[in-house]
């Protein structure tokens, strides 16, 4: 991942839709103890050989949403530090 991104915490995974067909789902957390939910994403009707793939996938995906949305991730951590 860019360095410009370790704010930031993206997990990824799969759930399956049918013969190999997965949606692949992503999360992207303020990389804090209990991180607020930044942004949940799927894409639904991929396939990929086997679910291990498909997380890969994911986790792709959420990496390129996440510089979409790093200028709003980098201030909501900074107000955080704020109040602590």
């Not at 991104?5 to 957390?29: M, P, Q, S, T």
């Not at 930044?38 to 894409?43: Q, T, V």
């Amino acid at each position: 991942m860019e360095s410009g991104i370790d704010i930031l915490v993206i997990h990824g995974f799969a759930v399956r839709e049918g013969r190999d067909k997965w949606a692949c789902c992503y999360e992207i957390r303020l990389a804090v103890i209990g991180g607020p939910l930044l942004y949940r994403g799927e894409l639904h009707g991929r396939r990929h050989p086997t679910e291990a793939a498909a997380v890969v996938a994911a986790l792709a995906v959420g990496e390129q949403e996440a510089t979409r949305h790093l200028e709003t991730a980098r201030a909501m951590f900074l107000a955080l530090k704020r109040r602590q």
